[in-house]
C-alpha cells in the first residue's frame, strides 16, 4: 500500500493514528503551513490495507494506492 499524506490538508488530529489496528502512523515533528503536526506512516510493511485511516480522516487528507506487489502476494495465496 502506498500511503500518501496531503500535507495541505491535514489538521494533525490524529484520527489516522488512533484508529490504525497495526499502528502503522506516527506523528511527526514535521509540520505543515498551518501549523499542524503531520503524521508519519512509519510502519508501512505493517499495513493490513483495511483503509481505516482513510476512512476516518475528516480532511480527506490521506491517500491510499495499492501497489502491485501486495496485490500479487494475495493471488498468490
Do not use: H, Q
Not at 489496528?21 to 506523528?27: A, C, F, G, I, S
Not at 483495511?50 to 476516518?56: A, I
Amino acid at each position: 500500500m502506498a500511503i500518501t499524506i496531503v500535507k495541505d490538508f491535514c489538521k494533525g488530529c490524529g484520527f489516522c493514528i488512533a484508529y490504525c489496528p497495526k499502528k502503522v502512523y506516527d506523528l511527526s515533528e514535521e509540520m505543515n503551513k498551518k501549523g499542524y503536526r503531520l503524521p508519519n506512516p512509519v510502519r508501512i510493511e505493517d499495513c493490513t490495507e483495511c483503509s481505516l485511516c482513510d476512512l476516518y480522516c475528516p480532511d480527506f487528507a490521506i491517500v491510499l494506492e495499492k501497489t502491485k506487489k501486495k496485490a500479487e502476494e494475495k493471488e498468490v495465496r
